[in-house]
């Protein structure tokens, strides 16, 4: 059982260039969603969704867009990337309307804009 | 809007020194209360979920608690495998969002 898999690991980008965080879950979860995670600013919510077709945004969703056409990927993207998105990037996932509401997360994707 | 706060930022215990981390919230209509761990590198890892005060839940040398504004995890007779920064959540009645605090940076010298 693979959980919640991100790719990639590390990527480094320049200022205006585009790119995708993926992220797969094998759990059948419906709930996933975005984090980002900077030095003294703990987990910052970007955009979730609660199941395929259903998006909605976090707290801090400029800059970011995501799409979620099937019940196991939820992929984040970055139209044209600044540097104040330089950040380590988790993605989450949970089931909904079950007890015990814990997310199952991602290794992370650290990136780094130049 | 949802706030949860973490103290202190970062702990240094000697190996055996129990000590307590705090997790204030203030979230709309409370559904759980979690605790994480995370390790350098990698992604949280659940530890614990509260739901109503006075709860309780231990795991090994962990004991997490819930009041009506505060949660505690304790550390009991620490080990240099238990360094790691904790993290508190709190899920609102609004939705399946989490709201997390900075964290606390625990590390245990042997």
């Known amino acids: 059982n693979a959980g919640v898999t991100q790719t990639p690991k590390f990527q480094v980008l320049k200022t205006g260039q585009s790119m995708t965080l993926q992220c797969a879950q094998d759990?059948?979860?419906?709930?996933m969603s975005w984090y980002r995670q900077d030095p003294g600013m703990g987990l910052r919510l970007i955009h979730y969704s609660v199941g395929a077709g259903i998006t909605d945004q976090g707290e801090v969703p400029n800059g970011y867009n995501v799409s979620r056409s099937t019940t196991e990927d939820f992929p984040l993207r970055l139209l044209s990337a600044a540097p104040s998105q330089t950040s380590v990037y988790f993605c989450?996932?949970?089931?909904?309307?079950?007890?015990?509401?814990?997310?199952?997360f991602g290794s992370g994707t650290r990136l780094t804009v130049v | 809007e949802d706030q949860v706060t973490q103290s202190p930022e970062a702990l240094r215990l000697q190996e055996g020194e129990s000590s307590s981390l705090n997790c204030s919230y203030t979230?709309?209509?409370?559904?759980?209360l979690f605790w994480y761990r995370q390790d350098p590198g990698k992604g949280p890892e659940f530890l614990f979920t509260?739901?109503?005060a006075g709860e309780e839940k231990e795991k090994e040398r962990l004991k997490a608690t819930l009041t009506k504004k505060e949660s505690f995890l304790h550390i009991t007779a620490p080990k240099p495998e238990d360094s790691a920064t904790y993290l508190c959540a709190g899920l609102s009645a609004a939705g399946n969002k989490l709201t997390f605090g900075g964290g606390t940076r625990v590390l245990v010298k042997p």
């Open positions: 759990m059948n979860h419906e709930y």
């Open positions: 509260l739901y109503s």
């Open positions: 979230v709309s209509g409370l559904r759980g």
């Open positions: 989450a996932s949970s089931q909904i309307g079950t007890g015990d509401y814990g997310y199952t």
